[in-house]
């Protein structure tokens, strides 16, 4: 049952309007794709685009997870 603080009056007409809390239904899943996943691909594929499509996620992703560990592609595509 809602609480007196569960309402707010309308402005218009005066009345009590219940809030409703709803809970966050659907949307998409968070990628967690692993940083050796994205090292081992990219360095088959040689390519950002190639292992984002590979992978599928963005190439914006593999550069943040990247960043996140203090590598950039090109040191992970040199790296053999």
């Known amino acids: 049952m809602l609480e007196q603080s569960d309402y ?3 402005p218009n007409c005066g009345t009590k309007v219940p809030i409703v809390k709803r809970l966050k239904v659907g949307g998409r899943k968070p ?5 050796k996943n994205i090292c081992g691909t990219l360095r088959a594929c040689r390519d950002i685009t190639l292992t984002a499509e590979k ?3 963005s ?3 593999i550069y943040m997870v990247l960043a996140q560990q203090g590598m950039t592609p090109r040191e992970v595509i040199q790296k053999r």
Request: charged share 5%; with cysteine; glycine share 14%.
């Open 8 to 10: 707010i009056i309308c």
């Open 31 to 35: 990628l967690n794709i692993s940083v």
């Open 59 to 61: 190439r914006g992703y």
């Open 55 to 57: 992978l599928g996620c």
